[in-house]
């Protein structure tokens, strides 16, 4: 069976037990292909690769100039690819178990203050009010403001934001229920803010298009919504309109400032786990930064013996 071969069987593995999105899946081919087209140059195959031809391969990369971080994600994807085939039965062994990953530092997210995101939201209502912006104008400014109410409120990844349904915005509820990774479902609580933003939006929207569908943000794309890319690029549009840094806002850095901000003031970091939708709270715990602080001066003001110490 041909490289090629398993790698699809390893991707439809991937998408069928453990719902995989279709960006996870084109990382994860994205990878396996560089591999593979290194497995070809070197005269090898994926069911009778040493522990050699992975650091081959490691080697290869680094010779390349890839970071530490892109190194070791490209490792991750083939480690997985090799121990589904070993415990497939397609290869006698798992060659990466003795290859380590290249040694990485952790970067610390991009975090906003309260401030800077308050001129954003400023800068988004705005243009809404504007009393010379025409009615698409007006409509753009409004759903913008919505993104950011919503995504400050509820720290969604920017996929499930831009997917969310048109009910979102009609119910009720002082909360969404979104399906994340692995279709997983989890409820994040509404602020009064982004409820009113997004019935504003809703209002705007219904009466410039007059025109029904299942999305709150829909767009003349193939998904039939408004794209992360686009949204994305407005955002930075918004930025600069603020006087932000471009290079500094994106609409993963407001989620950052979600998280960032709860833990400031004091929300435990298993809460912000499950509103994040993080399986693993290691992967929460890159937030702790922020908390240092904050611990430091919860000693020195309630510990009993602290009083009077540097």
């Not at 010779?63 to 991750?76: D, P, T, V, W």
């Not at 919505?146 to 979102?168: I, N």
């Not at 890319?229 to 500094?248: I, M, S, Y």
């Not at 400031?264 to 994040?276: K, W």
Request: net charge positive.
């Amino acid at each position: 069976m041909s490289g090629a071969r398993h790698a699809s069987l390893f991707l439809d593995m991937l998408a069928a037990e453990r719902g995989a999105s279709k960006n996870t899946l084109e990382a994860y081919r994205r990878d396996l292909d560089d591999y593979l087209a290194y497995l070809k140059e070197t005269g090898g195959e994926p069911d009778t690769a040493g522990s050699a031809t992975i650091r081959g391969f490691m080697a290869s990369l680094e010779e390349r100039g890839l970071k530490a971080s892109s190194a070791a994600r490209r490792l991750s994807a083939v480690r997985q690819f090799h121990k589904f085939l070993y415990v497939e039965g397609y290869a006698p062994a798992d060659p990466t178990a003795a290859v380590s990953a290249p040694k990485r530092g952790r970067a610390l997210p991009k975090v906003l203050s309260v401030a800077e995101v308050d001129r954003l939201l400023q800068v988004a209502y705005e243009g809404i009010q504007h009393p010379e912006a025409p009615p698409s104008e007006r409509l753009r400014a409004a759903r913008m403001a919505c993104l950011l109410e919503l995504l400050y409120a509820t720290g969604l990844r920017v996929s499930e934001l831009v997917a969310l349904p048109r009910s979102a915005a009609r119910s009720r509820d002082r909360f969404l229920v979104v399906r994340g990774k692995g279709a997983k479902e989890r409820l994040v609580p509404l602020t009064d803010a982004a409820r009113d933003a997004a019935r504003a939006y809703l209002a705007l929207l219904e009466e410039r298009t007059k025109a029904a569908g299942p999305w709150l943000f829909p767009a003349d794309s193939e998904s039939g919504h408004l794209t992360r890319q686009a949204f994305a690029r407005d955002l930075k549009a918004l930025a600069g309109a603020a006087g932000l840094r471009a290079d500094r806002v994106s609409p993963h850095v407001l989620r950052h400032a979600f998280a960032s901000h709860l833990l400031q003031n004091g929300a435990d970091l298993r809460v912000v786990q499950e509103l994040l939708g993080h399986s693993d709270i290691s992967t929460t715990q890159i937030y702790t930064h922020v908390l240092d602080e904050r611990l430091k001066s919860m000693v020195r003001d309630l510990h009993p013996l602290a009083e009077g110490e540097g």
